[in-house]
Structure formats: structure tokens, C-alpha cells
């Protein structure tokens, strides 16, 4: 197949790359920080160095899209799929490259776009898109719903395909039209309705599974071929690590505070720790419901939020807090701030106390 198609691979590939050339002919318009990332209150969170992100996020996508076509082009069974059905393996990613980048581009560029409404938008229509293919798609190990159910029976692969058609169509357009509603309330939609799109299609294989079960017809798993057995075993290494790593890196590590003599330190999991001396301290005060702004630099997760971030109050500032903290101490160094929020009350208060001693401010 890759004989066959090697004209797609090479104008696919060269689409991915292409953000790169507009990146290096815009080179010095581009900050040094660029946005990459917002959250549903369409402020941008998260920023990466302009050379990791004008060369590096296209090679990533590019690396994705290679790995995607070299286990579908090792797939047997695609040789005699269907064109159109198959094409999307080929203009997803890149789609998606074009896409990407043209957001991040055109912020960095002073454009101003609503996120909030342009990613539903295309959401939506990707869904569309996809769900209109999904009946055409001849029954294969690396296109579709691919679970045991659908693999080992044609006749469930082709009806759970027609309803999972169906129900990704009509997601796509929940979606798009999603952008009407208020944020929290598009949110919840797109989360809903994707969940839908996933659960509806697979109950309904299992049901037709039980039913050819009280048929007497047999399931038979078709004998993988060494592209298959690679990618299996692949996957049942890289998707545990990545779990097990994700739930660690979400939700554990701990901020330790250590005050002595002349000098307090903070202790930090997941990212640098600090030395601070008090004749350094130019102020120490205590917040409330502090609004810690963007993170434009550092980590976040569902327990930790640490690194440089950005607020209407303190500007550019250096943050240690846990998620969900709500009180802080906020220290002042010349024009640099550091906040600190720890995980009870009598914890910010220890520290504020031995820290204002030792400033004597």
C-alpha cells in the first residue's frame, strides 16, 4: 500500500510542515513566548519558546501522522478498504496542523479570535465529517470502531458502523451548535455528547454480540499479522506507563517550606526549588481568594500549580501554590513577586509569622 500511496504520504507530510515556513518567514514578528494553549474562559494558560513551537509541534504532529499511516499501511485488510473511507488517515492531521497553527499564529500576531467558539466549531465539524465515513469503512484493525465485538464479526462491524454513523453526524451538529449556548453549559454539552458517541455505538455492539450469541453464531478472532503483534505489545506497555505516570504526575506531590536563620527555602515536586534570603524581602503581606491569573510558564495539575504566572495585580509573578488554595503570602522583591499557598490555614500562618519576624517589615 505504501507504493501505492506514496504520492498522499508526501503532499500530507509537506501540509504538516508547512506552519514551519510561515513561522520562519514571520520569525521576527513572533515573540520569544508564544500561546499554545486556553482554557474554556478563552484566556490563554499555557505558552512555549517560539522555536519549540514554529518547528517543534509540526515534527510532532508529523511523527503522529507517520506512526498512523505505518500500522494502517501493515494492516491487511486495508487493501481492499474503501477509498474515500480511507483517505481520512491521510488529511486529518493535517487538517488539524493547519488548524492549530493558524490559531497560534494569528494570536501571536495580535489577532484577536474567539476560541471558545472556534473549537466546537471544529469539533463539530471533524465529528461530521468522520461519522459520514464511518458506514463505508470495511471491517480492519486500525480504522473504526475497532473493539472484540466489531473485530470478530462482520456483520456486527458493519451494523455498529451504520448506527455509529448515524450518532457521530448527529453529535457533530449538538456540537457546532453547541457555540449558542453559555460557556459552562457548551462545555458540558461537548463533554456529554461525546461521551454518548462513545458508549451508544459499543452497547450497541454488545447487544448484537448477545444476540448472535443466543443464535449460535461464532465470534472468531482473525490471526494477527507481526504489524499487529508489534503494535499490541506496544500498546500494552505504552498505555499503562502513560496512565499510571498521568495519575502520579495529577495527582501527587507536595510544597515544603523550611525557614532557618537567614534564609527560608521552598521544596517543590515536579519543578525547581528556591532559596529566598529575608534581607532580600522587600514586603510580606497575607491574600484571600487571590486570583492567580494565567500560567504563562511552569506546571499544573489537579493538586499543584507552580511557575511563572500572570495577573491583573502582580503582572508577571512566580507562584508555589496547591490547587484550590485560598490563602497566600505574597512577598515582594524590587519589581519581582513570589506568592506561596499551602493547603490549610494554620500552615500560611506559621509561615507568615516567622517570615514577617524575620523581615521586620
Partial sequence: MLKENKGKVLISSIIILLPILFGIMMWDTLSDAMATHWGVDSNWDRFFGKTFTVFGLPVILLISHLVCLFFTFFDKRQKNQNKKALGMIFWIIPIMSLFTSGIVYATALGRELSFVLVTPAMLGILFIFIGNYLPKIKQNRTLGIKISW????????????????????????????????????MVAVMVCVIFAMIIIPTAYSYSIYKKHQKEGIEYISPPKNNAEKIAVRITAVIVPIIIIG????????????????????????????????????????????????????????????MGSFQ?????????????????????????????????DSDEIQKIYDVVLEKVGK
Fill in 246 to 305: 498521568t495519575a502520579i504526575l495529577m495527582f501527587t506531590g507536595n510544597i515544603e517550606v523550611q525557614c532557618d536563620d537567614t534564609d527560608f527555602y521552598i521544596k517543590a515536586d515536579y519543578w525547581r526549588d528556591l532559596k529566598i534570603s529575608y534581607s532580600e524581602i522587600d514586603s510580606v503581606s497575607r491574600y484571600e481568594d487571590l486570583d492567580i491569573g494565567i500560567r504563562t510558564n511552569g506546571f499544573g495539575s489537579a493538586r499543584l500549580l
Fill in 150 to 185: 466489531t473485530l470478530n464479526n462482520e456483520e456486527n462491524w458493519n451494523k455498529t458502523h451504520r448506527l455509529g454513523g448515524k450518532v457521530w453526524v448527529i453529535g457533530g451538529l449538538i456540537i457546532l451548535f453547541s457555540i449558542f449556548l453559555p460557556i459552562v453549559a
Fill in 311 to 343: 495577573n491583573d495585580e502582580f503582572g508577571s509573578y512566580t507562584l508555589y501554590a496547591y490547587t484550590g488554595a485560598e490563602e497566600f503570602i505574597v512577598m515582594t522583591s524590587g519589581d519581582k513577586t513570589l506568592v506561596i499557598g499551602m493547603k
